[in-house]
């Protein structure tokens, strides 16, 4: 404490007599001396690491009181994420691969027609097929710090015929306000492919884009161009139009809406040969899994369609999403999709041509129902092991660390035998707060695994010790680091079960790790659960 105090002192001196430029130095340079003096953690990655140590984003998670072992490990490994996440931003890979499926037969089979060509006879399996197949690539590969090269390639097939296409961009960030981008391409079923795109932000709240192209073949050159226009209309709402002229020709405008539970979108186009009004609603779960539900209505020149489904999120990386399709004259269709990191998986599944109710029904209750088995089959089991593998490989590392705190947690429990021991017999003399038992650490309850075992340590001297005035609080932090404790499970969910005595009655209180404690209680008393 004098050390620090000697220290603000002469900052305070340099603040007075130096001038600006030095001022500003001193003061980073006593704001980082402040920094390793009061945190015993950071005084130990400046030790290992030094200045650019302290700098690496991700030590906020850190638990703390960590032994320089700990520290390098964990510096290490938010190193190689670092590294990681470099790459991906830099390649930024994109895929998608989409598989459709004629399954029209399960609905529609025409068995009586069948039967009279045949003479008779049951018209065997339905039959499936895959009608079409689509696989696009995409990379990029920075060139400098404004110029990014972007190599894109895509693949396709429909009852029997394929095709596809390679194209080369170049993106050039011109300024902060916009950038521009020259793309060539070719493929099989058209000649040489020439476009130019633009972006530009025209103010804070509003931006365009245009993109006109030419694409060469036998019959000629076919001339493209798409523009668009955006802008904020407040903090999560957008207004969208967008003009698009060539063989395709339509004007839309559209207006999104995205907050943190929900997200709306209006759209209007007019054009040759789609014209349509489309409506869709999407509700945003606040839970862990990220879970949304929505639906879609669009009718125009083409038919009404409507859409429900909903998405989730099944681990860290994968989100699985289902659709339901009903339209006419589409008939009935479910969308299965898998966002896997940047790569896409779509799987749209045609049922029937008709507007069917049993069609409906399964395509609705079937992905549930399948969901909720390789839920429970496949992924919880997967991710149980995975959590385990990591806790045990945790377990081994922390193995001597474990042992050497337990050593310093006996230590310090045989240093508080005699101080309470006298806390006892005061508290015994006024019939006041006695600790019978205590334990710390994970519970196994009648509903976890067999294999599991309960893994806890005995703190009854350690809390006893704490009592004051017939009673004990503890705060809201992690119980591991009081004296004559230690943690026995390092990574798992702790708890504090506690029996204690107050004015002759039992009590008994079971607590969360890192949640506050004070006792007595009347509600722990265990005359009032029985």
């Known amino acids: 404490m004098i050390i620090m105090e000697t220290f603000f002192f002469f ?3 340099l603040m007075v007599i130096k001038p600006p430029a030095l001022k500003r130095k001193s003061c980073a340079f006593f704001m980082l001396l402040k920094q390793l003096l009061s945190d015993p953690q950071s005084r130990a990655i400046y030790d290992i690491y030094g200045k650019r140590g302290l700098e ?19 510096y290490e490994r938010l190193q190689r994420e670092r590294e990681e996440r470099r790459l991906q931003q830099r390649t930024n890979p994109k895929g998608t691969i989409s598989v459709g499926i004629d399954a029209t037969d399960l609905f529609d089979r025409y068995e009586e027609d069948y039967e009279e060509i045949s003479g008779g006879g049951s018209g065997g399996l339905p039959h499936i097929e895959i009608n079409r197949m689509h696989i696009s690539q995409s990379i990029e590969a920075p060139l400098t710090t404004s110029d990014t090269v972007i190599l894109s390639g895509s693949l396709s097939t ?3 015929n394929g095709g596809g296409n390679i194209n080369l961009a170049l993106r050039r960030v011109t300024s902060a306000k916009g950038w521009g981008e020259v793309e060539f ?7 040489p492919l020439f476009g130019l795109k633009i972006f530009r932000n025209l103010t804070s709240h509003c931006f365009t ?3 006109c192209g030419m694409q060469f073949s036998s019959r000629g050159i076919r001339p493209g161009l798409t523009t668009m226009l955006a802008r904020h209309l407040d903090k999560n709402t957008m207004g969208y139009l967008q003009w698009r002229w060539g063989t ?3 004007m839309n405008t559209s207006i999104v809406r995205d907050t943190k539970s929900s997200h709306l979108t209006f759209a209007v186009q007019l054009g040759i040969p789609h014209t349509f009004i489309m409506m869709s609603y999407q509700y945003k779960f606040q839970d862990d899994d990220q879970t949304k539900i929505k639906g879609s209505v669009k009718s125009g020149f083409f038919g009404t369609v409507v859409e429900y489904g909903a998405e989730t999120k099944i681990s860290r990386h994968s989100v699985l999403g289902a659709t339901v399709s009903v339209g ?4 009935v269709s479910l969308k299965i999709k898998l966002n896997r990191a940047s790569q896409t998986y779509f799987f749209p599944i045609h049922l029937t041509d008709q507007l069917l109710p049993s069609a409906v029904f399964y395509a609705t209750v079937g992905p549930l129902v399948f969901y909720l088995a390789i839920q429970r089959l496949v992924i ?4 149980h092991a995975q959590q385990e593998q990591e806790l045990e490989k945790q377990r081994e590392s922390s193995a001597s660390d474990i042992a050497k705190k337990k050593q310093e947690a006996e230590a310090a429990v045989l240093l508080m035998q005699e101080s309470v021991r006298r806390i006892i017999e005061a508290e015994e003399s006024r019939m006041g707060l006695i600790i019978l038992n205590a334990w710390y650490g994970k519970f196994v309850t009648d509903n976890s695994r067999k294999h599991e075992r309960a893994r806890v340590i005995d703190v009854t001297v350690p809390l006893q010790c704490l009592v004051k005035d017939s009673k004990l609080v503890l705060t809201e932090a992690s119980k591991a680091g009081l004296p004559g404790f230690y943690d026995p499970c390092v990574g798992e969910e702790k708890s504090l079960k506690v029996l204690y005595q107050f004015r002759g009655v039992m009590h008994q209180v079971l607590c969360g790790d890192t949640e506050a404690l004070r006792i007595p209680k009347q509600s722990h008393r265990i005359d009032n659960d029985s």
Do not use: C, F, M
């Open 11 to 13: 900052y305070k001196l």
């Open 380 to 383: 919880r089991p997967y991710l």
């Open 328 to 331: 006419v004259p589409q008939g």
């Open 185 to 191: 391409g070719a493929g099989d079923t058209h000649g």
């Open 158 to 160: 429909h009852n029997g």
């Open 56 to 74: 690496v984003e991700g030590w906020e998670v850190v638990e703390r009181k960590r032994t320089p072992a700990e520290i390098r490990e964990e």
């Open 248 to 250: 395709q020709s339509s």
């Open 209 to 211: 884009t245009a993109h």
